[in-house]
């Protein structure tokens, strides 16, 4: 018994590998593409259609591009050829027929076209929607009177009034896209978009999900638009960049499904995935000026469970070489505290402390006695920043106060008197 399971074994090994080899085999037994060629074309270049095909001539400096001939992949060449012929007005474009002909191990490929004339727009018409709309709407659609006639650029209006609408409010929109070609008009086309334009819509319930470890205000102080008032789609857009440029979300998506058209309202679920809470990072870098450096840096996104950002960064500079007295060269450490959502406004608090430890030598020629002196700082400031438009415009202010303590020797008090007082304040205020 054993001895017919094993050999039953031996024979399934042996067929397999006979179904492999013969499988890799079918790949080596398709013929190479020789050439080309297109005919009936006087638009577009042969080298222009043929660079819109998957399938290609085989040349011998580029031994490594596949030119096998697969008779699936011609028919989505052919499928891409009309479609340009089509984005560029020609309507009437098809493929007349095509020949696949081997010759010495080769395939040579003819295309045969017929090209008609091209249609451009002659009239943009859109309808339903008031004189003020109409013509903001009227500038952001790509068809416009002159151009090649694109069903696809229609079709891409059509979706771009909607969202152009939705930024409005006008969450019910219905926009029905369609072209005429009236004989009277040789070669040219009326098109026109119907809008229903609907009720605006607003806000009724908001709600947070996918967070875990930060509260539901993380959340809601991103999002702009509040219960009750009209929901508009690039206000969504907004919190939706608001929420990932604040750092605590890998991913965050709004959902809209709940539209609700007796009462002209709607549910939005603002879905979030969280990014860590804490974070530990650390450095060692060497360099001419600083030469060793060590840094390291621990912070927290929800500190003291209250959704803001809190870190303590720390750098130290080592002089390995002697030129100043001590092993460090310079020091910093800083703590900085992050608010969004400043008070409830859209302004964005950073509170901030700072230490600065800096001894300086100033290298002088012999026998000149080196100036040296030590700086220590510490520092406490407050930045404040809002953005506006479309977030990429910002306006922001900087307090900083600053106290100094100065440890000199003689040569250097003499070079800078400022060095001759023990400690002074500074102060800056920026915008």
């Known amino acids: 018994m054993k001895r017919r399971i094993a050999l039953a074994t031996v024979l399934l090994l042996v067929t397999g590998c006979g179904h492999a080899e013969n499988s890799l085999l ?35 400096w580029n031994p490594f591009k596949d030119h096998k001939y697969r008779e699936a992949q011609l028919t989505t060449d052919l499928g891409a ?23 010495k191990g080769k395939v040579v490929i003819d295309i045969t076209l017929s090209e008609g004339e091209p249609f451009t727009v002659k009239e943009v018409d859109i309808r339903g929607v008031p004189a003020d709309l109409h013509k903001e709407l009227e500038k952001e659609i790509g068809l416009k009177p002159g151009v090649p006639m694109d ?16 930024d409005k409010g006008y969450w019910e929109t219905k926009v029905n896209a369609g072209a005429q070609y009236p004989e009277t008009l040789k070669d040219q086309a009326l098109v026109f978009y119907d809008i229903t334009l609907g009720h605006r819509v607003k806000l009724h319930d908001l709600t947070v999900s996918g967070n875990v470890r930060l509260n539901d205000h993380a959340v809601r102080r991103e999002i702009s638009t509040k219960e009750g008032e009209i929901l508009e789609l690039k206000e969504l857009s ?10 605590y979300f890998y991913d965050a998506r709004w959902d809209t499904t709940g539209l ?23 450095g060692v870098g060497l360099s001419s000026t600083s030469q060793l450096r060590l840094s ?44 969004r959502g400043l008070f409830g406004t859209p302004w964005e608090g950073q509170p901030n402390a700072f230490y600065r430890y800096d001894p300086q030598v100033t290298v002088v ?36 106060n600053q106290w100094v303590w100065n440890q000199a020797d003689s040569a250097a008090e003499a070079a800078d008197p400022q060095l001759a007082r023990e400690t002074y304040t500074q102060r800056l205020v920026s915008g």
């Open 260 to 282: 609700d058209s007796v009462n002209h309202q709607v549910d939005v679920d603002f879905n979030v995935r969280e990014r860590p809470v804490h974070w530990l990072e650390g």
């Open 238 to 247: 907004k919190s939706q960049t608001r929420l990932l440029e604040s750092g």
């Open 81 to 103: 050829i009309t479609t340009f012929y089509y984005r560029h007005g020609y309507l009437r474009a098809q493929v007349l027929n095509y020949t696949v002909r081997e010759t």
């Open 365 to 400: 020629p012999p026998p000149l006695i080196p100036p040296s002196y030590t700086q220590q700082f510490i520092g406490i400031g407050f930045n404040a920043r809002r953005k506006f438009g479309d977030l990429r415009n910002q306006l922001v202010f900087s307090l900083e």
């Open 151 to 166: 069903p696809y650029q229609m079709t891409a209006d059509r979706a771009l009034l909607i969202n152009l609408l939705a």
């Open 26 to 60: 079918l790949l080596d037994k398709l013929p190479d593409v020789k050439s080309i060629h297109i005919h009936g074309n006087s638009a577009f270049s042969e080298g222009t259609l043929k660079g819109l095909m998957v399938l290609a001539e085989g040349k011998w």
């Open 296 to 339: 390291g840096e621990w912070g927290t996104r929800n500190f003291f469970r209250t959704g803001t950002r809190f870190a303590i960064n720390s750098r130290t500079d080592f002089d390995i070489a002697g030129r100043v007295p001590g092993a460090i060269d310079e020091h910093r450490t800083d703590l900085v505290w992050n608010l």
